[in-house]
């Protein structure tokens, strides 16, 4: 049985502060916490700051954040702690889904595509847990996909940066064991929003608030993975059993 815990007490930041499902997470973890809202035009950010006050926060507050401008994080993180205490819950709610047809020509957007779902990310995540280790508390929530488990040729780009991610989260997450520092890595399906806008849903799809659900009960309950929803994690087993010939034909 898994064991229920409170998670780490202290300021929640958000980096993707318009991310639907960051805000779905945000408000959930938000009653009795200060709520730090981390996003490029950070002063456009009123209407999720008052959501997320709206939830029950303490105090919502906005910071400008650049995934991709990776010399700047280290100083955010440290600029946030200054400012609003201790730091508790770190999201990593930020990505772009990318056009694979572009990417396949276009090697820059290709770059930009790995820059902002991997690099970016592994930038933030190891001065998250230098911050959160030299604390001694504090939870990371990671959002890799099902589409970086066996990377399929209708989204190579995209699943390649989030194979690549959930390799160093799965990592990161051993390395932080016995540290006090809690990283929960979650693998959603195809979630049904803004990011997948004009897109057919996939079998198996989820919401951001059904996402959020489970990902604030598996934090809760201290996992260290979860798929979302759950009947995609034996799917997938069977699926990394598919010969290539016949895997390259799936579709997206």
């Not at 995209?158 to 160093?168: Q, R």
């Not at 849903?201 to 979302?228: C, F, K, Y």
Request: no cysteine; hydrophobic share 45%.
């Amino acid at each position: 049985m898994s064991r229920r815990a409170e998670p780490a007490p202290g300021t929640l930041l958000l980096l993707g502060g318009r991310s639907e499902i960051g805000l779905e997470v945000a408000t959930r973890l938000a009653p009795g916490r200060t709520v730090v809202l981390a996003a490029r035009r950070s002063n456009e950010l009123t209407a999720e700051q008052v959501r997320v006050h709206q939830a029950g926060a303490d105090g919502v507050h906005t910071v400008e954040f650049d995934a991709n401008a990776m010399d700047t994080h280290a100083e955010l993180l440290r600029e946030v702690a200054r400012r609003h205490g201790p730091i508790g819950i770190v999201v990593l709610a930020f990505g772009i889904l990318g056009d694979q047809a572009r990417a396949e020509n276009d090697a820059q957007h290709a770059l930009d595509v790995i820059t902002t779902d991997f690099l970016a990310q592994v930038s933030v995540l190891t001065h998250a847990a230098t911050l959160l280790r030299a604390q001694g508390t504090g939870d990371l929530i990671v959002f890799s996909s099902v589409a970086g488990v066996r990377v399929r040729r209708a989204n190579y780009v995209y699943g390649s940066a989030k194979a690549g991610l959930d390799g160093f989260a799965s990592g990161l997450s051993d390395s932080l064991h016995g540290s006090g520092v809690h990283l929960l890595l979650a693998r959603p399906g195809f979630v049904i929003g803004s990011m997948t806008e004009g897109m057919d849903p996939a079998p198996m799809s989820s919401t951001p608030g059904q996402v959020a659900d489970v990902v604030v009960a598996a934090l809760h309950e201290r996992r260290n993975t979860v798929w979302i929803p759950g009947l995609l994690r034996p799917v997938f087993f069977a699926m990394r059993l598919l010969p290539q010939w016949l895997w390259r034909r799936m579709p997206r």
